[in-house]
């Protein structure tokens, strides 16, 4: 890294890859919290880690580069870095949503999980990891057709998974209920 004369004092700048580092690095930092039962500060590190890899994918990147200055994130410094780059800051960023959603599924935030395994999803849309969150957000939200959308989906990829086995009949059991309750509903209206 190399500094720079700031109105306010020294900064110094990350290129791209410093910065994707970092990411990677808090990724793994939210891995260690998760898995020892913090997920309040491995949260805290999938949204840095995001936070870094948005401002990177969000960026031109044929011949732009993202610098950090000082805690906000800018552009305009040229590098040479290849397509595959581009690919990886994609895959952490996708693995830090799907991380983040199944924290929020942990916590029954449906909302938080829902919103993060859709983005995970545009990046791959059979990923089963995903998929699950997905469909097990949106039926706890009462949205039956995104829950069973996203369980065909699962059983299409491995129809014998008794966790995907048993979402799909938790869904079969809220549809069936939900027409129940529609059913009675109308039949007190027209008595």
Not at 42 to 67: E, P
Not at 98 to 103: H, M, P, T, Y
Request: aromatic content about 8%; some cysteine; hydrophobic content about 30%.
């Amino acid at each position: 890294s190399s500094g720079i004369n700031a109105e306010y004092g020294q900064s110094t700048y990350k290129s791209c890859r410093e910065l994707f580092e970092d990411a990677k690095t808090r990724k793994e930092q939210g891995n260690q919290c998760f898995k020892s039962g913090d997920t309040k500060r491995a949260k805290k590190h999938y949204l840095y880690a995001l936070m870094i890899t948005r401002s990177i994918s969000s960026r031109d990147t044929v011949g732009r580069s993202t610098a950090f200055f000082s805690g906000s994130i800018q552009s305009g410094l040229v590098y040479d870095e290849p397509q595959s780059f581009k690919e990886e800051v994609e895959c952490l960023e996708s693995n830090c949503q799907k991380n983040l959603s199944l924290i929020f599924v942990n916590e029954k935030n449906w909302d938080k999980s829902l919103e993060y395994s859709k983005l995970a999803l545009e990046r791959n849309e059979n990923d089963p990891k995903s998929l699950y969150r997905h469909s097990l957000s949106a039926l706890n939200l009462g949205l039956l057709d995104a829950a069973e959308s996203c369980c065909n989906k699962l059983l299409e990829l491995e129809a014998d998974n008794k966790l995907y086995l048993k979402l799909s009949r938790d869904i079969q059991n809220q549809n069936a209920a939900s027409k129940n309750r529609e059913k009675q509903m109308y039949s007190r209206m027209f008595q």
